[in-house]
Every structure is written in structure tokens, then in C-alpha cells.
């Protein structure tokens, strides 16, 4: 069973950054992806961004392409999300995850794809 407990949310104008950080109870580097998803109200959790933990690999959702990095610290079993150039949009419950299993491309970013979860953090943008 893996643990996972996100911080670094927050309020901010819009323009503006935050950077989550996730600590895994274990190496990650066993646990093979980690990432963020995000759930606004009224709407499904979505894939943000992965990282494969053993190669450093990442996928991004195309609505934060560009505007979001996603990086590790494997001596801190951390996992962390660097958010530039925040929009409204990017309001949502901030959920970090990580899974064991192979993965087929077309899942990465899929909240089936995970098995283990945190208890979010909030990311509240405004206009």
C-alpha cells in the first residue's frame, strides 16, 4: 500500500505560479508512475501530468503543456508539479497518484490507470 500526501496549494491571481509536492511512503523509484490529476466541481478527474519514475519520462495533459513541469527528488520519494502561467481554469482539487503496473500509452493519463491516491490539495486561480 502506498501512501501519498500532496501540499503546496493555495490561492493565486491568475498569471501566477504554485508548486505541489507529493511524498510517496515509499522509494519511488519502485513505484514505476506517479502524477497529478485534477477534479473541478461539476466535472471528471482528468490526467495532468505523469512522470515514469524510473526513467524520468513525462506525459502532460495538452491544456498545460508547456505551462506545467512535472520532476522527481527520488532521495525525498517526492514528486513534484511546477504550475507557470495559471488560468481560471486550472481551479480545481489537486490529486496526486501512482501505480505499479505497465501501462499502455493510451492510459497514462487515465484515473483508471491508478491504483493509489491522496487526499488532494486545492488550487484556487483567479481573474
Known amino acids: 500500500q502506498v501512501q501519498l500526501a500532496e501540499s503546496g496549494g493555495g490561492s493565486v491571481q491568475a498569471g501566477g505560479s504554485l508548486r505541489l509536492s507529493c511524498v510517496a511512503s515509499?522509494?519511488?523509484?519502485?513505484?514505476?508512475?506517479m502524477g497529478w490529476f485534477r477534479q473541478a466541481p461539476g466535472k471528471e478527474r482528468e490526467g495532468v501530468a505523469i512522470?515514469?519514475?524510473?526513467?524520468?519520462?513525462?506525459w502532460y495533459a495538452d491544456s498545460v503543456q508547456g505551462r506545467f513541469t512535472i520532476s522527481q527528488d527520488v532521495a525525498k520519494n517526492t514528486v513534484y508539479l511546477q504550475m507557470n502561467s495559471l488560468k481560471s481554469e486550472d481551479t480545481a482539487m489537486y490529486y496526486c497518484?501512482?501505480?505499479?503496473?505497465?501501462?499502455?500509452?493510451?492510459?497514462?493519463?487515465?484515473?483508471?490507470?491508478?491504483?493509489?491516491w491522496g487526499q488532494g490539495t486545492q488550487v484556487t486561480v483567479s481573474s
Open positions: 497518484a501512482a501505480d505499479k503496473r505497465g501501462k499502455f500509452l493510451e492510459t497514462i493519463l487515465s484515473r483508471s490507470a491508478y491504483l493509489y
Open positions: 512522470i515514469w519514475t524510473g526513467g524520468g519520462t513525462t
Open positions: 515509499e522509494f519511488t523509484g519502485n513505484i514505476v508512475y
